[in-house]
Nanobody, 117 residues
Framework: QVQLVESGGGLVQAGEFLRLSCAAS????????MGWYRQAPGKQRELVAT???????NYQDSVKGRFTISRDNAENTVYLQMNSLKPEDTAVYYC???????????WGQGTQVTVSS
């Protein structure tokens, strides 16, 4: 079992920044990818950014150049630095981890990000 605990959400104005953190604990072994997804009201959950254990990254087009994902493998923690936030970034942000060999995946409880115009 793996537990994911997110922090760092909040209410900001457009143009400001936030940094999300997600700490993973439990049985964390082998190649994995950690990432952030988001879900706005009335919309499907969508990928924001992912980062593998070898630090390969992938971003949704709408956040490229504004968001940066990073991780600390020693601490099993993933971060999402969100700059130049827009109202359309408002959503619940979920941390996710996927294990390549077992194909197991886990979700955090979510953290609310609200960007006012």
């Amino acid at each position: 079992q793996v537990q994911l605990v997110e922090s760092g959400g909040g209410l900001v104005q457009a143009g400001e920044f936030l940094r999300l953190s997600c700490a993973a604990s439990g049985s964390i072994f082998g190649s994995n990818a950690m990432g952030w997804y988001r879900q706005a009201p009335g919309k499907q959950r969508e990928l924001v950014a992912t980062i593998s254990s070898t630090l390969s990254t992938n971003y949704q087009d709408s956040v490229k150049g504004r968001f940066t994902i990073s991780r600390d493998n020693a601490e099993n923690t993933v971060y999402l630095q969100m700059n130049s936030l827009k109202p359309e970034d408002t959503a619940v942000y979920y941390c996710h981890i996927y294990f390549r060999f077992t194909r197991a995946n886990y979700w955090g409880q979510g953290t609310q990000v609200t960007v006012s115009s």
